[in-house]
């Protein structure tokens, strides 16, 4: 479903697989430590059409952070999330969202999950 194309040696970016000529629905930035990775996800939920395409994406940015944590041979890996932008539908029940008198929903909110491999 998502394409993940590298921008540079730290910057991947995301695209939906039907359309290469969208702007990046997801990038992300991969910061290494001594022990440690750290993947710093935007993902601009204006190009999410519905809550499985969302899952989905989630699910590939997860798919790197695992591939990168084995290639780099970290013994850790924290995926931050950032969603920001307008969509027609709820991502998560436990994010924060503001509701527009449009039917459209405002979000702005972050999240954090370690890799368990």
């Known amino acids: 479903m998502w394409q993940t194309l590298p921008?540079?040696?730290e910057l991947y970016g995301f695209l939906p697989e039907s359309n290469w000529?969208?702007?990046w629905t997801a990038t992300a930035?991969?910061?290494e430590t001594e022990h440690k990775l750290?993947?710093?996800?935007d993902i601009h939920?204006?190009?999410?059409k519905n809550k499985e395409e969302f899952e989905l994406l989630l699910e590939a940015i997860r798919h790197l952070a695992g591939i990168k944590k084995e290639e780099m041979a970290k013994e850790s890996c924290m995926i931050?999330?950032?969603c920001k932008g307008i969509s027609t539908f709820t991502l998560d029940d436990s994010m924060s969202v503001q509701y527009h008198s449009g039917g459209d929903i405002l979000v702005d909110t972050e999240f954090s999950e370690e890799l368990v491999s």
Do not use: D, L, T
């Not at 750290?38 to 996800?41: P, Q």
């Not at 939920?45 to 999410?48: Q, T």
């Open 80 to 82: 931050h999330f950032r």
């Open 38 to 41: 750290e993947i710093h996800a």
């Open 21 to 23: 000529h969208e702007a």
């Open 45 to 48: 939920v204006y190009y999410v």
């Open 7 to 9: 921008i540079s040696k």
């Open 29 to 31: 930035m991969i910061v």
